[in-house]
């Protein structure tokens, strides 16, 4: 039988851009709001100044994600008439070990290790509903344990999670029976921006 997946919530931006020590010194003494103004484009500065960091958007960073929230997604299944056969959150599916799972995580101070700079800026931004993981697919019911009832085979997804620098759990990869759900973008304004600057010493 055919079935509708969807995983889906809140979309998480991620960008830890290396700093020089002179930008470093700079924009720690500045004004919190002078440092959004510059990394959303909206200020006047010289790109030929040695603290010029440039539009978010434009940034070289040596790790920059955009992905799903892991606390806020869902999966909703859907069978070919549109009914829905499994509306659950994902950490309580993975907390119950329905669904199969690898952790891993990134930390600063693991990145700077293969970067010869110890001055970064963190930008973080949440984006309501802008990334899905969607896809119809071919699948069986089998049956459960007890019982004749038959259930959506769900220990054939793996989520792929990855802890942030910043503590954030996301989303990276989602598998069904060993192959990839695309991803599908949307159009997006970033909202809740949080920004820190790190030394590493």
Not at 85 to 101: A, G, H
Not at 168 to 196: C, M, Q, W
Request: aromatic fraction near 8%; include cysteine.
């Amino acid at each position: 039988m055919r079935y509708s997946v969807e995983i889906y919530g809140n979309t998480v931006e991620y960008i830890l851009q290396k700093l020089t020590p002179e930008q470093f010194d700079y924009w720690a003494e500045a004004p919190d709001e002078a440092l959004e103004s510059h990394v959303l484009g909206q200020d006047q500065m010289n790109p030929d100044s040695n603290v010029f960091l440039g539009n978010k958007s434009e940034m070289f960073s040596p790790l920059q994600r955009y992905c799903l929230d892991m606390v806020s997604s869902k999966l909703l299944i859907k069978d070919d008439e549109g009914n829905v056969v499994v509306d659950e959150r994902v950490t309580k599916l993975i907390k119950d070990k329905k669904v199969q799972s690898n952790y891993s995580e990134v930390t600063v101070e693991e990145l700077n290790e293969i970067s010869d700079q110890n001055h970064y800026l963190e930008i973080s931004a949440k984006v309501d509903n802008a990334l899905k993981c969607e896809d119809n697919i071919e699948t069986e019911l089998k049956k459960k344990m007890l019982g004749f009832k038959k259930e959506f085979p769900l220990d054939k997804f793996k989520f792929d999670i990855v802890k942030l620098p910043n503590g954030t759990l996301t989303i990276n990869v989602v598998d069904f029976d060993g192959s990839g759900l695309p991803k599908n973008h949307a159009e997006y304004i970033s909202t809740d921006l949080s920004y820190r600057l790190i030394r590493i010493k």
